[in-house]
C-alpha cells in the first residue's frame, strides 16, 4: 500500500457530491492523499506493476479486501508449477488474508505487529525474550500455525525498532528474515514510480482523470523496465533506461526536443558568429 499525498482542494475528489458520494482524498496513518493497494509481481528478472484498487475510506473495502480482490487478478497459467510467495506488509496480516493465500495453496510472508495476540493470550512482542526464531505459533483467530521469527531495522532517524515476520511455511528463522526483507524491493519500486515516472504529480481534478494518469505512469514504468530486459546486458539505471526507451520507442518525440532546444538556443549561437542550419539528407 501507498499514499499519494495531496495538499491541495481536490473538490471532486476530497468533498461528497450528489453523484459521488465517495471522495477519494481521505487521511490514513496521517496522510492525507489518495491511498492505493498495489498488486507487484516479481517473475524471474521481470517486475510488473500487475493492479491496483483505490481505498475509498471507512463504510467501503478494507486494504486486505481489496487487497484478496488483487490476488484473485492473477492468471493460473502463470502460477501453475510454480511456487508462489505472497509477500506484504503489516496492513495485511488479517485473518481473511491469510486464508485467502492458504486457500490458493501459495505461500505467504508478512509482517505483524508486536501487540498481536497469540491464542495463549501472549503478545508476539513477548517471544523476542522467550521464544526463538523459527518456531511455530498460533495466531489468535487462526486455526493453522504459523513460523515466525524478527530482526532489528534501522530507521532514517538511526534508531532500531524490532520488526516481525511470519510465513504459513516452516522457512527456517534466519532465511524468514531474508525473505521478510524482500518486502524492501517493493517500497523501491514505489519510491521509483514516484520519483521518475510521476505516479504521485497527478493535477486532474476527477476520478477519470486520476485513473488515466495512473495508468499512464505504470505503462512508462513498464516500457522503460521492457526496454532495460531487452538491452544486452540488463543494467538497471532508471535515468538511462528512461533515455533509451525514449529514443527506441518515441524517437519523434526525441526529435522535436531536439528540434525545441535548438531553438531556444539560436541566440547562443549566435553570439559565437555561428548559425544552426538543418536540411534534409539527399536522396
Known amino acids: 500500500m501507498t499514499t499519494l499525498e495531496k495538499s491541495g482542494k481536490f473538490l471532486h475528489l476530497s468533498n461528497p457530491t450528489q453523484n459521488e458520494p465517495d471522495p477519494w482524498v481521505r487521511i490514513l496513518n496521517g ?4 491511498h492505493l493497494v ?5 517473475y524471474g528478472e521481470w517486475r510488473v506493476p500487475w493492479s491496483f484498487r483505490v481505498w ?3 463504510g467501503y473495502p478494507s486494504p486486505s479486501d481489496l487487497a484478496c480482490k ?10 501453475q508449477g510454480k511456487t ?4 506484504a506488509d503489516t496492513e495485511f496480516s488479517t485473518v481473511k488474508f491469510f486464508n485467502t493465500v492458504r486457500a490458493k495453496t501459495w505461500r505467504i510472508v508478512v509482517g505483524v505487529r508486536n501487540n498481536r495476540k497469540l491464542q495463549d493470550g501472549r503478545t508476539v512482542k513477548q517471544l523476542y525474550r522467550h521464544g526463538k526464531r523459527g518456531q511455530q505459533i498460533l495466531l489468535e483467530g487462526l486455526t493453522q500455525p504459523l513460523t515466525i521469527s524478527w530482526f532489528w531495522l534501522k530507521r532514517a532517524d538511526s534508531k532500531r525498532e524490532l520488526r516481525f515476520v511470519v ?11 531474508m525473505l521478510g526483507r524482500k518486502r524492501w524491493a517493493i517500497e523501491g519500486f514505489f519510491k521509483t514510480i514516484k520519483h521518475r515516472f510521476g505516479l504521485h504529480c497527478f493535477g486532474q481534478s476527477t476520478k477519470l482523470g486520476v485513473y488515466r ?9 513498464l516500457l522503460a523496465h521492457w526496454i532495460d530486459q531487452w538491452s544486452s546486458p540488463p543494467v538497471l539505471d532508471w535515468k538511462a533506461t528512461c533515455d533509451l526507451t525514449l529514443s527506441v520507442l518515441f524517437p519523434s518525440v526525441l526529435w522535436l526536443k531536439l528540434l525545441r532546444y535548438l531553438q531556444i538556443s539560436a541566440d547562443i549561437a ?13 536522396t
Open 167 to 177: 510465513s504459513s511455511h516452516p522457512y527456517s528463522g534466519a532465511y524468514l528474515v
Open 70 to 79: 488483487l490476488l484473485g487478478t492473477v492468471p493460473k497459467q502463470l502460477t
Open 213 to 221: 494518469w495512473l495508468i499512464l505512469s505504470l505503462l512508462a514504468y
Open 56 to 58: 475509498r475510506g471507512k
Open 38 to 42: 498495489v498488486l507487484y509481481l516479481v
Open 84 to 87: 508462489v510467495i505472497v509477500l
Open 31 to 34: 496522510k492525507r492523499g489518495l
Open 270 to 282: 549566435a553570439r559565437h558568429g555561428f548559425e544552426i542550419i538543418l536540411k534534409p539528407i539527399p
